[in-house]
């Protein structure tokens, strides 16, 4: 598992709405967990921005790129190739 | 008067071909739409709903919630939406409170329904709005699937009930921790639809998206004043609510030309929906509501939709009163604050501590009397009794009115001008200070989003006060500028002494800022003092 989604799935466990799920599958969806709210999103991509130091622009913040782990981890990957000097 | 489901087989009657709901891929015209309806009235009634009985709604936003809303008026019952993401317990609470005679749901809940409310179910039969095998497991009242409502007759039942009867019981949170529940009558929605509907000049041709939960006060205005005058209504996907961008994108390919959201949407859609990149040209009619809206907020938007007219509107839970406010660019912050007009039958009253109506220009509390009060809180006239009374003198002599507990001012004009609520007025120091003021102040920095003042106690001086502060995208600000910049503006007492800064501010599900929550993180962070 890399660094990516293990960070992806840390920010999810704490989320108020995960006290029952015990283990997150890189397949599993994570909007019919109904783990995010509109709430959820926002502080979510704001906490990636940061700690990935990247920019996730407006109209990619939509559900095809949060149905699960993976499609999250490929986002954040998108956007660190076109980050300035980024790998 | 007929009740409210006359408006549907009216308008059924007359553009039964053209589109009522439209969802994801699928869509409902008017003719399916009240047919469907009457199939549920039908096995409703079928399983012992009885005219008066309430009728729970438990579930995501979907066309057969809207369907069933409808179904569950045509069987002379009243419906009772509650919070689809509550837990099982709160709908327990709430069906118990109310007695609910049947519910309507979805099949992948009726596992939690069994659990909580299997040993003495209020309700006598289920039915589950969706897809999906019945469980194993027997259950102690009928369970129906959505299959068994359409084959019943699509024949009117042989309901009669008029206007005065009960349609819609709202909860809401209540001060003494449990919630209570707001039974509203058909009176009060018919003329909250036909008022909106006139003011606002919405017709067959309109299509207005419905965002609102259905389980809160606003829903009513997409639901029922879209459907009076025959437009078309867009319920936004569950899958697709949380995502500002992806709603955005929506109402533009949809070509929505009348929109409802409340202050903290708006925000939200400002800062993360990608807005300058779409089209919406077809927009002519945005109202705000909910809550209050930063001035330099609603600029923006008006400067995004130069061809819409915009409306700020102020409504209660406990009166459908739904006031509407004309802002013309550039808006002024005295716009931000301004109650508008009403329905001609809904009075406004200003009132001091003795009910007594008090001067132009000097302040009292705003009391709502006319067709659109509740009928009280459901099964408690002792609460009821707290906020509701006959005042002399009113309009008509004397009325029974509702009271707000927001406090205004009546200018010259005649307007209302909205300065703060009798019940978040505190003391710091000795002074009594209004906190819209304070946060009023913040919003005015250039850096600010949306800021949320909150009293914390203490035990030395009463209160301290503390701020919580979302920042613009890519903007910066550190506490120590923001106080500044209140002290520039406010007497010393009134500027926060600690400023926390978050990435947006917790919602509660009807969209509205969580108080509570900043206010229990505050306490926990030891601001206490």
């Known amino acids: ?87 | 008067m007929p009740p409210l489901q006359s408006f549907l087989t009216e308008t059924a009657s007359r553009h039964g071909a053209r589109p009522a709901l439209s969802m994801d891929d699928r869509i409902l015209n008017y003719a399916d739409l009240d047919a469907s309806s009457t199939r549920l009235a039908n096995s409703l009634i079928r399983h012992g709903v009885r005219i008066g009985d309430r009728v729970a709604l438990w579930m995501p936003k979907s066309l057969e919630a809207i369907v069933s809303i409808w179904g569950i008026l045509k069987a002379g019952a009243a419906f009772v939406p509650v919070d689809p993401a509550a837990p099982v317990s709160r709908l327990a609470t709430i069906a118990r409170d109310c007695e609910i005679r049947a519910l309507v749901s979805e099949m992948d809940r009726a596992a939690d329904l069994q659990n909580e409310l299997g040993d003495h179910p209020p309700m006598r039969a289920v039915v589950y709005a969706a897809d999906g095998a019945l469980p194993d497991r027997a259950a102690p009242w009928s369970s129906l699937t959505w299959n068994d409502v359409e084959s019943e007759s699509a024949e009117p039942p042989p309901v009669r009930i008029d206007d005065r009867a009960l349609a819609l019981v709202q909860y809401t949170s209540g001060s003494a921790g449990a919630p209570k529940g707001v039974a509203i009558s058909h009176r009060a929605l018919i003329g909250q639809a036909d008022w909106t509907v006139n003011a606002l000049a919405l017709s067959t041709e309109d299509r207005i998206p419905g965002y609102t939960p259905l389980s809160s006060a606003m829903s009513t205005f997409e639901i029922f004043g879209g459907m009076r005058a025959g437009a078309t209504v867009f319920p936004v996907p569950p899958r697709l609510a949380p995502f500002p961008a992806a709603v955005a994108k929506s109402w533009s390919d949809q070509r929505v030309t009348a929109l409802y959201v409340v202050a903290s949407v708006t925000q939200m859609l400002l800062s993360r929906g990608n807005l300058d990149a779409l089209d919406f040209s077809a927009l002519r009619t945005v109202v705000i509501g909910g809550e209050h809206l930063p001035l330099q907020r609603l600029g923006d938007l008006m400067s995004l939709l130069p061809h819409a007219r915009f409306f700020l509107s102020y409504g209660r839970t406990e009166a459908k009163v739904r006031s509407l406010h004309e802002v013309k660019f550039p808006p002024k912050e005295i716009d931000t604050r301004t109650i508008g007009k009403t329905a001609a039958d809904i009075h406004l009253l200003v009132l001091d501590q003795d009910d007594n109506p008090v001067a132009d220009g000097a302040v009292g509390e705003m009391w709502i009397a006319g067709p659109g009060l509740m009928l009280g809180y459901y099964g408690r006239p002792d609460l009821t009794a707290e906020v509701m009374r006959t005042i002399t003198p009113a309009p008509n002599g004397s009325m029974l009115a509702c009271r707000t507990g927001d406090l205004v001012r009546r200018h010259p004009d005649g307007t209302l001008e909205l300065v703060g609520r009798a019940d978040d007025q505190i003391k710091v120091r000795g002074y009594r200070v209004e906190i819209g003021e304070i946060e009023a102040a913040l919003c005015r920095h250039h850096s600010v989003e949306a800021a949320v003042v909150i009293a914390v106690p203490n035990v030395d001086i009463g209160s301290r006060l503390h701020a919580v502060v979302v920042l613009k995208h890519d903007a910066q600000a550190s506490e120590a500028m923001l106080r500044d910049h209140c002290a520039a503006e406010l007497p010393p007492y009134m500027v926060p002494e600690t400023i926390e800064f978050r990435a947006s501010m917790p919602l509660m599900s009807n969209g509205k800022v969580d108080r509570r929550s900043l206010r229990e993180n505050a306490a926990r962070l030891g601001l206490q003092g």
């Open chain 1, 1 to 87: 598992m890399d660094i990516i989604e293990s960070t992806i799935r840390e920010f999810l466990l704490q989320l108020p709405a995960a006290r029952k799920i015990r283990d997150l599958k890189a397949g599993d969806s994570l909007l019919q967990r109904g783990l995010l709210d509109s709430q959820g999103i926002i502080n979510m991509v704001t906490y990636f921005e940061e700690t990935f130091d990247i920019e996730i622009r407006d109209e990619e913040v939509v559900p095809e790129n949060f149905e699960s782990v993976r499609a999250l981890s490929q986002l954040i990957k998108r956007a660190m190739r076109v980050r300035p000097g980024g790998a």
